[in-house]
């Protein structure tokens, strides 16, 4: 489990819990002390109800950041407040920035069909003015279950000399995947899951409109133009209105009976 010895308030969500961290904290952690950073939002925590390897990677994250604006309010409401809403796609654009002219920072992509993030290591480079980005591959389909890919994939990260993995395989593969590889990885400082973040780094998928972005309706437009791939998810992920009204009256437990996350005071 990751280390209840933090320096920001970190506030108790269901069975994880949420890091409230400015963009410019997490960007300098990231840089100095190197982080495994997931970003919680309502489909992951639907997951972590019911899927103990999920909740166990989960748990070993070093900084949980607030994804969803719905999150951020479900914890207001329990007067939990998280001020900072840091999602992936915005965390990876500004991290990006922030470390254009470092040398130090070398990334590997690592997700998206294949093509696709080999398209985004290049716009991301060009934005960059250098060789920011490494590598990037997009693995097969079976690519968590096949031991042989891994290996190969392992030795691709190595050889490429990247220190920061972000990882686009969508929840929860891509946070189980950095969970089970971390420690043989140690010259990564940084991991993170970042879902579509490739995609959208590749011009493969528009994000939504700023407007929609800041009044927490970029659901709307994610449904509206790929209600397959999102509807049911959004329908099936607001149950966690639901478990966070039976934390609020104290009786919300985890379902696999793990004690309570340790929270710095």
């Known amino acids: 489990m990751a280390s209840p010895s933090v320096q920001?308030?970190?506030?108790?969500?269901?069975?994880?819990?949420a890091d409230d961290l400015s963009m410019e904290d997490l960007l300098q952690r990231m840089v100095t002390t190197g982080a495994v950073v997931f970003t919680v939002n309502p489909d992951h925590l639907y997951h972590l109800q019911y899927n103990p390897a999920f909740l166990q990677a989960y748990r070993s994250?070093?900084?949980?950041?607030?994804?969803?604006?719905?999150?951020?309010?479900?914890?207001?409401?329990?007067?939990?407040?998280v001020v900072n809403r840091l999602p992936g796609s915005d965390i990876v654009p500004a991290f990006c920035a922030r470390n254009a002219a470092n040398p130090d920072v070398r990334i590997f992509l690592l997700g998206a069909r294949p093509g696709v993030a080999q398209a985004a290591r290049e716009s991301m480079n060009r934005k960059a003015g250098r060789e920011m980005v490494v590598g990037a591959h997009g693995p097969?389909?079976?690519?968590?279950?096949?031991?042989?890919?891994?290996?190969?994939?392992?030795?691709?990260?190595?050889?490429?000399?990247?220190?920061?993995?972000?990882?686009?395989?969508?929840?929860?593969?891509?946070?189980?995947?950095?969970?089970?590889?971390?420690?043989?990885?140690?010259q990564v400082?940084?991991?993170?899951?970042?879902?579509?973040?490739?995609?959208?780094?590749?011009?493969?998928?528009?994000?939504?409109?700023?407007?929609?972005?800041?009044?927490?309706?970029?659901?709307?437009?994610r449904?509206?133009?790929?209600?397959?791939?999102?509807?049911?998810?959004?329908v099936r992920s607001s149950k966690f209105l639901w478990w966070m009204l039976m934390d609020r009256l104290g009786r919300y437990k985890d379902p696999f009976g793990n004690a309570p996350v340790p929270l710095a005071r």
């Open 140 to 186: 097969s389909m079976n690519f968590v279950n096949d031991p042989a890919e891994i290996e190969d994939v392992l030795k691709m990260i190595e050889a490429s000399g990247a220190n920061v993995l972000l990882v686009g395989l969508g929840a929860p593969k891509q946070e189980m995947w950095i969970a089970s590889v971390r420690h043989r990885l140690p």
């Open 223 to 234: 449904v509206a133009t790929e209600p397959r791939r999102y509807l049911m998810r959004y």
């Open 61 to 81: 994250a070093d900084i949980i950041t607030v994804d969803s604006h719905y999150v951020r309010l479900a914890l207001r409401a329990q007067g939990r407040t």
């Open 189 to 221: 400082r940084v991991m993170m899951g970042i879902g579509a973040v490739i995609d959208y780094e590749a011009g493969e998928v528009r994000r939504a409109p700023v407007l929609l972005r800041r009044l927490g309706l970029e659901w709307t437009y």
């Open 8 to 17: 920001w308030p970190r506030q108790p969500l269901l069975n994880v819990w």
